[in-house]
Each structure stands twice: as C-alpha cells, then as structure tokens.
C-alpha cells in the first residue's frame, strides 16, 4: 500500500501559540489531501480538503483563519493550528489517495495536539 | 450528508471467539474501507471493499452495495484484535473523502 506520513507524533503547545502539522505522501503523488479530526472515543470528522495549489475547502463550522492549510507540493500539505487554545486539543490525521481509478484512502499516523 | 451506522458499538471476546461486525449506509457509495484504529491512534486499512467479498488471514469482508451494508468478519480472535473497528464511505463527489461511522470498541481478552 502507499505511505503517507505525518509529523509530529505528539505536541504540547501553550495557550496563544502556533502549531504547525505536517503530512506528506512519501511514495506517490497527491494533488488532493483531507484532515480529520477526532474527539476521544469519537468518530474521524472531516475538517478540509487540501488542494495543491489552490485554497483549501472547509467544511461547515471549521474556522479557516485559525486552521491554515498550504498544500505547495504534490507531496507535502500542512495544517497550522494558530493561537491555539485548549479545546483546540484533539487528534489530527490526514489521508490521501494514490491513484484515481481507486480511491482507497491511506492515513497519517496521526499527531496528538496538547495545549495548555 | 450520508449516514453510516456501525453496530455493535461494543464487543467483548474471548480469545478464539469469532465475531460479526456491520456497517449501513444511507445512500450509494463509490468506495467502502473498513480501518483497525491501534491504541496509538494509527488507522490501518484492511480492506478496501465497495462490493463483493475479500479475505485477509482471520479477516473477511463482505459488501452487498444494492442492500447497503457490508460486514467484517473476525474468525479465532487475538488479544491484539482488540481496538476501534472504523467502516468509511466515499460518496464519490470528492474521490478520497470518508465519511466515518462511529467504530466498533472490540476488547478480546485471554
């Protein structure tokens, strides 16, 4: 299967800062990558489709100034989590699809956000 | 939005015990996958099944699109079974984008 790997693991930020989350595809292209959310002991939602060179798209009730996504590259998307506050603590995790013709979707490891 | 619904949302084995899960969905899909999600939070693909049936090892899986469910079989199960059973959607209007269901807490113990 393909690879896609994020970075970091973990982070623990303090209140009014920035975090910065990286996802890359390591051995395919992606022109379209998605970040997910997760709540503990909650289902992935769906925060925004990255769009390599192009705006991202949001879903609805997702704060785009405060959740920034670049997608410069084929390979590498990331999300920034600006003036982070406590209940911005959660799990992130991205996903892309190598191919075209099936779209079976491959994830991140994912990175624990801590704030406090 | 479509609706995927996963039962049971909790299941407790014995180790060797085979189980059942299932996932509805509201509406066609183009793609369905189910996930293991490990205690670390990693979601590992087991299979990617929009109809027809697949087997891994222990593992099978079944999709019967036109009634809208597919099912996971787990036969002889592991203490390292145990985790979070994700089934995930993709409607095909954005190829790649899943809509989740809730997950299936599976705790297999010795």
């Known amino acids: 299967g393909a690879v896609v790997s994020q970075h970091p693991s973990w982070v623990i930020c303090k209140s009014g800062t920035s975090v910065k989350i990286e996802c890359r595809s390591l051995?395919?292209?992606?022109?379209?990558m998605f970040w997910y959310r997760q709540f503990p002991k909650q289902s992935l939602m769906l925060m925004a489709t990255?769009?390599?060179?192009?705006?991202?798209?949001?879903e609805q009730g997702v704060e785009k100034d405060k959740f920034l996504i670049n997608h410069a590259s084929l390979t590498l998307s990331t999300l920034t989590v600006t003036s982070a506050h406590p209940e911005d603590s959660s799990f992130y995790i991205c996903?892309?699809?190598?191919?075209?013709?099936?779209?079976?979707?491959?994830f991140g490891q994912g990175t624990r956000l801590t704030v406090v | 939005g479509i609706q995927v619904e996963q039962s049971p949302p909790d299941l407790i084995l014995q180790e060797g015990a085979n189980s059942t899960l299932r996932c509805n969905f509201s509406?066609?899909?183009?793609?369905l996958q189910w996930f293991h999600q490990n205690p670390w939070g990693q979601l590992i693909n087991l299979f990617y099944?929009?109809?027809g049936t697949k087997q891994n090892g222990r593992l099978s899986a079944t999709t019967v699109a036109t009634e809208r469910y597919s099912l996971l079989y787990i036969s002889s199960s592991q203490t390292t079974d145990s985790g979070v059973y994700f089934c995930?959607?993709?409607?095909?209007?954005?190829?790649?984008?899943?809509?989740f269901g809730r997950g299936t807490q599976l705790t297999v113990w010795p």
């Open positions: 099944i929009p109809s």
């Open positions: 509406d066609s899909v183009n793609n």
């Open positions: 995930a959607v993709d409607r095909g209007s954005t190829l790649g984008r899943l809509y």
């Open positions: 051995d395919f292209q992606a022109t379209t």
């Open positions: 990255s769009n390599e060179g192009s705006k991202a798209t949001y």
């Open positions: 996903s892309a699809s190598p191919r075209q013709d099936n779209t079976e979707a491959f």
